[in-house]
């Protein structure tokens, strides 16, 4: 069994030395000292933009419904009780009660006093809920869940699934700061495409919100950096012209990539 709640609360007073590993992280020698925690066995996120609903082109299927089939494939679901982000951060601007998801065998193991067990259907609304906040989807491995919940011994089969805010999320703030090593984490999906079209008006918006500084305004436009952009769709959200446009490759290479992304831990074994 995983940690309870009391020692849970231990391991989040080491919450604050996030913000300064991160900050650090450019440097030598701190590049080096932090290495070990940004290796891509432990910590390997990929962000999907859930809240998009973007015209489906035909056998395109939008990156929600897909994050939706990784639910029912999962062997054990786990709603845990808020976001530990935001509440760890005193969130003003969202939810603190609307939890991340657990999903894999390890999931079964987690301490019943950070949450409950969940049916696939529970987990879906779940993921409708955030939608409609407008939160960015991520999933993957994250070595600071894994050890501070009890279950670092099982990370291999132990899936993350967040639905991220950009003023408090762990792997969002301070990323223009960070160095290569905590960015190269972040892996973009291919079949995810973010385009700027001709109805951008160059304000700057999407450059202020972008988590990781991908967006420049240049004569006018807003230009992406695709080498830099991590593909969340958050510029979407945030364009006050609607001119920024996320397409996603047709349903069976969006799938398969995303699949490859989370295996094995959410080879279903078990059903509840």
């Avoid at 786990?78 to 009660?97: A, H, K, L, S, T």
């Avoid at 999906?189 to 385009?195: F, Y």
């Amino acid at each position: 069994m995983g940690h309870s709640r009391r020692v849970v609360k231990l391991f989040l007073s080491l919450w604050p030395f996030t913000h300064m590993v991160k900050r650090l992280s450019p440097y030598t020698p701190f590049r080096q000292l932090f290495a070990p925690l940004v290796k891509e066995s432990i910590f390997e996120v990929t962000f999907i933009p859930v809240s998009e609903e973007v015209p489906a082109l035909q056998n395109t299927v939008l990156p929600r419904k897909l994050l939706g089939e990784l639910i029912r494939a999962s062997s054990y679901r786990f709603i845990y009780n808020g976001c530990i982000c935001r509440n760890q951060e005193g969130c003003v601007n969202y939810p603190r009660d609307l939890g991340c998801l657990f999903l894999g065998d390890a999931a079964a193991h987690l301490h019943p006093s950070l949450g409950h067990r969940a049916g696939v259907e529970e987990c879906l609304e779940h993921v409708e809920k955030a939608a409609e906040y407008d939160l960015v989807g991520m999933i993957g491995r994250i070595w600071f869940d894994a050890a501070t919940l009890g279950v670092m011994h099982r990370l291999h089969d132990f899936l993350v699934v967040c639905f991220c805010c950009d003023c408090c999320c762990l792997v969002r703030t301070d990323m223009k700061q960070a160095g290569t090593g905590f960015r190269d984490t972040i892996k973009k999906l291919d079949a995810v495409r973010v385009e700027v079209t001709d109805k951008c008006e160059g304000c700057g918006t999407c450059a202020e919100t972008c988590f990781v500084g991908a967006i420049t305004v240049e004569d006018g436009k807003a230009r992406i950096d695709p080498e830099q952009c991590k593909a969340c769709g958050k510029c979407s959200m945030v364009c006050p012209h609607q001119a920024i446009q996320v397409d996603f490759d047709h349903e069976d290479a969006l799938w398969q990539e995303l699949l490859a992304r989370v295996q094995p831990a959410i080879k279903s074994s078990k059903t509840i």
